[in-house]
């Protein structure tokens, strides 16, 4: 069993719409989880990042986390064409250094039409 | 502010022969992990570069390799590279004060 797993998609959405990705992990331990989007030809860039269960929200965004179901979740509201890119949820290895090695998802790619 | 550069953009080499990335951190950075990823996949973790010591080390084989100069900056050597050794690999740099990890554009390797 992977660490950290998620649906690769690709998914596709109209403008406007509400978009949800999610990523299922292993080790009931983990305590930091972190949602990158990474554009084509470019290198994944920090979007959000929650510690614990509960929820976070940044504009549109929204960070989500179930510990007992082992579950995290990333909510687009209102999605954009420029929202178009693939997302990576990403959980810090180790339980005590947040800066070491990342285990990724396997990325969903999004696309959003106008 | 400069973020994280890695040169160079792309790289053609052949199987057999062996090649070196370059990534700058991102200022005030000291710390720099290396990462590979596939097509369609996510990335990987390779090594974590701090104080001029590989600190941490993923699945990989021997052959991958790397360095820190004083200057934080790093290398990722790869020797006798194999067709499966195709990938973008991306560099990430963090510092003391925060963890969070910023990626460069990465360099995309294509091994025939």
């Known amino acids: 069993q992977k660490e950290v797993e998620q649906d690769p998609g690709p998914l596709s959405v109209p403008e406007g719409a509400i978009v949800s990705l999610n990523c299922t992990y292993s080790?009931?331990?983990?305590?930091?989880f972190m949602w990158y989007r990474q554009y084509s030809r470019k290198g994944p860039e920090l979007l959000m990042y929650?510690?614990?269960?509960g929820n976070k929200e940044d504009g549109r965004f929204t960070a989500q986390v179930d510990k007992s179901s082992k579950y995290i979740s990333l909510f687009i509201r209102d999605s954009q064409p420029s929202d178009s890119a693939t997302y990576l949820c990403a959980i810090p290895h180790s339980l005590y250094n947040q800066g070491g090695k990342l285990i990724f998802g396997q990325g969903t790619e999004l696309s959003v039409k106008p | 502010d400069a973020g994280v550069t890695q040169s160079p953009t792309h790289l053609i080499k052949t199987r057999g022969q062996q090649v070196t990335l370059r990534c700058s951190p991102k200022?005030?950075?000291?710390?720099v992990s290396w990462y590979q990823q596939a097509l369609g996949q996510g990335p990987q973790f390779i090594f974590q570069y701090y104080e001029e010591e590989e600190r941490q080390r993923g699945n990989f084989p021997d052959r991958f390799s790397g360095h820190q100069f004083p200057n934080y900056s790093s290398e990722l050597n790869v020797n006798a590279l194999l067709l499966g050794d195709s990938a973008l690999y991306l560099c990430?740099?963090?510092?003391?004060?925060?963890?969070?990890?910023?990626f460069g554009p990465g360099t995309r390797l294509t091994v025939l």
């Open positions: 080790n009931s331990a983990f305590q930091y």
């Open positions: 200022s005030g950075h000291d710390t």
């Open positions: 929650t510690y614990s269960s």
């Open positions: 990430a740099s963090s510092g003391t004060r925060s963890d969070t990890q910023y």
